[in-house]
């Protein structure tokens, strides 16, 4: 494991230090800054080190990927992911993890937010609210595509070439490396054939059986509330590091 070199501090001299420190110093603070500047220059909006047993994993999860998620299938989601019990497993080998938080101008109506699924198999009679839909749509797959698949991986990179072997990126989501041209659609795969990118898909969180809500409120940040109404839902991903 990766520890920072630090002096022990005489009772005598003992000082205030803020949390935000504390869990940095857990791991080389070089490379946690190393790791934040990349993050930022990537497109996040904030980085925290966080432990892993801090991660709240449940099986019941993956009910809301099996029902009522069009990506289930997918290459980076059941069944093509660790199971739930074999995650909570590997990640108990994990003593931390970076949750990164990024950066969106993806606003969404009340009506668009509420009917979101229902809008991506019968889209909306009303124009305005159709085009409302097909614009956050094409930016959810715009910034997974552009940004957040493509900022884990680079995060990714950077922790491995550091030093932490086992590092893992995870996807935010359904994967959209295979979206059309005009992000319309994404044309996976699924089980018609092998995976067009297998070195660079990494699992959905909420396949895995995370509770990325549960885990913000331990964290004392809870997640939005849905249906939004005229704000941008927040994209998280977690980096796991051993």
């Given at each position: 494991?990766?520890?920072?070199?630090?002096?022990?501090?005489?009772?005598?001299?003992?000082?205030?230090?803020?949390?935000?420190?504390?869990?940095?110093?857990?791991?080389?603070?070089?490379?946690?800054?190393?790791?934040?500047?990349?993050?930022?220059?990537?497109?996040?909006?904030?980085?925290?080190?966080?432990?892993?047993?801090?991660?709240?994993?449940?099986?019941?999860?993956?009910?809301?990927c099996i029902f009522g998620c069009n990506g289930y299938g997918s290459?980076?989601?059941?069944?093509?992911?660790?199971?739930?019990?074999?995650?909570?497993?590997?990640?108990?080998?994990?003593?931390?993890?970076?949750?990164?938080?990024?950066?969106?101008?993806?606003?969404?109506?009340?009506?668009?937010?509420?009917?979101?699924?229902?809008?991506?198999?019968?889209?909306?009679?009303?124009?305005?609210?159709?085009?409302?839909?097909?614009?956050?749509?094409?930016?959810?797959?715009?910034?997974?595509?552009?940004?957040?698949?493509?900022?884990?991986?680079?995060?990714?990179?950077?922790?491995?070439?550091?030093?932490?072997?086992?590092?893992?990126?995870?996807?935010?989501?359904?994967?959209?490396?295979?979206?059309?041209?005009?992000?319309?659609?994404?044309?996976?795969?699924?089980?018609?054939?092998?995976?067009?990118?297998?070195?660079?898909?990494?699992?959905?969180?909420?396949?895995?059986?995370?509770?990325?809500?549960?885990?913000?409120?331990?964290?004392?940040?809870?997640?939005?509330?849905?249906?939004?109404?005229?704000?941008?839902?927040?994209?998280?991903?977690?980096?796991?590091?051993?």
């Amino acid at each position: 494991m990766h520890q920072a070199a630090l002096r022990v501090i005489p009772i005598h001299e003992t000082v205030f230090i803020p949390y935000r420190l504390i869990q940095i110093m857990m791991i080389n603070a070089d490379n946690y800054c190393l790791l934040e500047e990349k993050a930022k220059t990537l497109g996040a909006k904030s980085v925290r080190l966080i432990p892993a047993e801090t991660i709240v994993v449940e099986n019941r999860t993956i009910l809301k990927c099996i029902f009522g998620c069009n990506g289930y299938g997918s290459r980076v989601c059941p069944p093509y992911i660790p199971t739930v019990d074999e995650f909570k497993k590997m990640l108990a080998d994990y003593d931390w993890a970076l949750l990164v938080e990024w950066k969106t101008e993806n606003v969404f109506s009340r009506e668009v937010s509420e009917n979101f699924v229902k809008f991506s198999v019968e889209p909306p009679e009303n124009e305005e609210t159709k085009k409302q839909f097909f614009e956050n749509l094409k930016t959810v797959m715009k910034d997974r595509k552009e940004t957040i698949q493509p900022g884990v991986l680079e995060i990714e990179k950077l922790a491995w070439t550091l030093g932490y072997n086992t590092a893992l990126a995870t996807f935010p989501g359904m994967c959209t490396w295979c979206a059309t041209e005009d992000y319309s659609d994404v044309k996976c795969t699924r089980d018609k054939g092998p995976c067009r990118y297998p070195t660079l898909r990494r699992p959905c969180l909420m396949g895995l059986g995370v509770r990325m809500d549960k885990t913000l409120e331990k964290l004392g940040t809870p997640l939005q509330n849905f249906p939004m109404d005229d704000s941008a839902p927040v994209p998280y991903t977690l980096i796991l590091l051993d």
